[in-house]
Structures are given as C-alpha cells and as structure tokens.
C-alpha cells in the first residue's frame, strides 16, 4: 500500500518561494503517476501538474501556475518536488499530492487512489 507524506508547506511574503515535497513509502514512487493538487478554501480542488510513470511532466493549462511551479522527482530518497516561485496570496491553499499505479496524465482528483494528508501553503502580500 502506498504512503505520500507532503511537507514543506508554510507561511510566506509575496514573491516568496517554497518546495514542497511528497516523500512515499510502500512502493517505489517511480511505478506511479503522481499528481499535485491544491485546494483553496470554498474552491475546488486543482491540479498542478503531474509527473507519469514514464518520467514524462504535464503541467496544468491554467495560466495561474504557469511558469511559476516546477515539479521534479528524487529517485533516491524516493520523493517527488514542487518548486514553486513567485508566490502570490492566491496561492494560499493545501497542497496535496495523489498517485496511481501506472502510466496517467489526468489532473483529475477522482483518479488518483492514494494521497497524502496535504501541507498548508500561506502567501501573504
């Protein structure tokens, strides 16, 4: 059974930076695809972007991250990474990541069987 643990989440200036990890466990992270979310309070949960099982990266069409989050993996400590720069108060949500086994590009919460109890990001301005 999988475990994903975020970390890294915290309060933050404007144009402030962070990196939030989702460090798993039960199962190597590279036989999943692997989503990060975010929920803002009273909004729907949104999808970040996604690294597959292949390696392959997918980011959201959504013109509120673009450019500003970058999603990488670390094969050792078996973790995957979401940088993210620029923060703007916008960005105040929980950020979640979720995976399901095998190859998927879908930034759709439902997808996703296993996820982690999210990390609090707060951008203040």
């Known amino acids: 059974q999988l475990q994903l643990v975020e970390s890294g989440g915290g309060s933050v200036e404007a144009g402030g930076s962070l990196r939030l990890s989702c460090k798993a466990s039960?199962?190597?992270?590279?036989?999943?695809?692997v989503v990060w979310f975010r929920q803002a309070p009273g909004k729907e949960r949104e999808g970040l972007g996604i690294?597959?099982?292949?390696?392959?990266?997918?980011?959201t069409d959504s013109n509120s991250v673009k450019g500003r989050f970058t999603i990488s993996k670390d094969s050792a400590k078996n973790t995957l990474l979401l940088q993210m720069v620029d923060l703007k108060p916008e960005d105040t949500a929980m950020y979640y990541c979720?995976?399901?086994?095998?190859?998927?590009?879908?930034?759709?919460?439902?997808?996703?069987?296993?996820w982690g109890q999210g990390t609090q990001v707060t951008v203040s301005s």
């Open positions: 979720a995976a399901r086994a095998g190859w998927s590009s879908a930034l759709v919460p439902g997808l996703y069987s296993y």
């Open positions: 039960g199962g190597s992270i590279s036989r999943y695809s």
């Open positions: 690294m597959t099982s292949d390696g392959g990266l997918r980011y």
